[in-house]
């Protein structure tokens, strides 16, 4: 299995999500209330490659971290699935984190 570099990937991090970096497919999510943006950056490094493990199924899927934001009862990640390009939006504990170093994740 081959990792793409992590420089092909638009991310956020740092701070909240905004409706252009949706648009920009830099972001996968907003947590909102009312219309009113209620995220927080989660301080984990953005972007990075990551398994996300379906917590039904078991299936793993080999994703790339482009966000991570928290409120006061969840941390949610987005990622991007690299076979498909589409978004995963888990929680957190649904990914195996593995960093920006490809070697040896084959």
């Given at each position: ?15 909240q999500a905004t409706e252009d970096d949706i ?8 947590l909102q209330v009312d219309g009113k943006n ?69």
């Amino acid at each position: 299995m081959e990792w793409p570099p992590l420089g092909d990937y638009k991310y956020t991090s740092g701070r909240q999500a905004t409706e252009d970096d949706i648009n920009a497919g830099a972001a996968a999510f907003m947590l909102q209330v009312d219309g009113k943006n209620i995220g927080r950056p989660i301080d984990i490094l953005i972007p990075q490659y990551a398994v996300h493990i379906d917590q039904e199924t078991g299936e793993r899927t080999n994703v790339i971290i482009i966000q991570a934001e928290e409120n006061d009862n969840f941390q949610v990640i987005g990622a991007i699935d690299i076979k498909t390009d589409r978004f995963i939006v888990a929680l957190k504990y649904e990914f195996d984190f593995l960093g920006i170093n490809k070697q040896g994740m084959d």
